[in-house]
Antibody, heavy 121, light 105 residues
Framework: QVRLVESGGGVVQPGGSLRLSCAAS????????MHWVRQAPGKGLEWVAF????????EYLDSVKGRFTIARDNSKDTLYLQMNNLRADDTAVYYC??????????????WGQGTLVTVSS | AIQMTQSPSSLSASVGDTVTITCRAS??????LGWYQQKPGEAPKLLIH???TLHADVPSRFSGRGSGTDFTLTISSLQPEDFATYYC?????????FGQGTKLE
């Protein structure tokens, strides 16, 4: 079955950097686009970024453009989110999620359990 | 960005009831809309995609309707495991945008 396992979260000071990873298994990772979504404590879901299956293109939430970079290594079945210049309002649980379609970008059908990022001095 | 407005933000119901949650898009999203269920401490789970198509293993008491800007999620004959928070999500374009959530309690 589809399994997504995030790692790399932790506590970081404002202005700092963190790289999240998401190890995928149970499906052909290289055939699907992938997303990152976050959820601040006690708040709703916020989509963050998407990368096409071959890594050829990315999409971002406006508030993270220029600070966050989504990437993937299809040889390792792993998705990444490089987060730079972190701010307090980036504090959230970060989920990776698989896109449900191979040829187009659609909804997110399977999610990992998330990793908590806390930005605090 | 397309704004997704859900209502109500919370909903009180009992086992056996039928409830309906509404999601309104700020512009036409055709039928490019899905619904998710999230329980405390868990990741969201996809219930419905393309407005009304049930995802794998989702019980038939869940149903979706709508098109364009107005969508609904109906849960018939509520079960104890259905008490959770529900979100709509548009996949018409980027950035993807979620509704603010409806807590069913």
């Amino acid at each position: 079955q589809v399994r997504l396992v995030e790692s790399g979260g932790g506590v970081v000071q404002p202005g700092g950097s963190l790289r999240l990873s998401c190890a995928a298994s149970g499906f052909s990772f290289s055939q699907f686009g992938m997303h990152w979504v976050r959820q601040a404590p006690g708040k709703g879901l916020e989509w963050v970024a998407f990368i096409w299956k071959d890594g050829s293109s990315e999409e971002y939430l406006d508030s993270v453009k220029g600070r966050f970079t989504i990437a993937r290594d299809n040889s390792k079945d792993t998705l990444y989110l490089q987060m730079n210049n972190l701010r307090a309002d980036d504090t959230a649980v970060y989920y990776c999620a698989k896109d449900m379609w191979e040829l187009i970008a659609g909804l997110l059908d399977y999610w990992g359990q998330g990793t908590l990022v806390t930005v605090s001095s | 960005a397309i704004q997704m407005t859900q209502s109500p933000s919370s909903l009180s119901a009992s086992v056996g009831d039928t409830v309906t949650i509404t999601c309104r898009a700020s512009q036409d999203v055709r039928n490019d809309l899905g619904w998710y269920q999230q329980k405390p401490g868990e990741a969201p789970k996809l219930l419905i995609h393309a407005t009304y198509t049930l995802h794998a293993d989702v019980p038939s008491r869940f149903s979706g309707r709508g098109s364009g800007t107005d969508f609904t999620l109906t849960i018939s004959s509520l079960q104890p495991e259905d008490f959770a928070t529900y979100y709509c999500l548009q996949d018409f374009n980027f950035p993807r945008t979620f509704g603010q959530g409806t807590k069913l309690e």
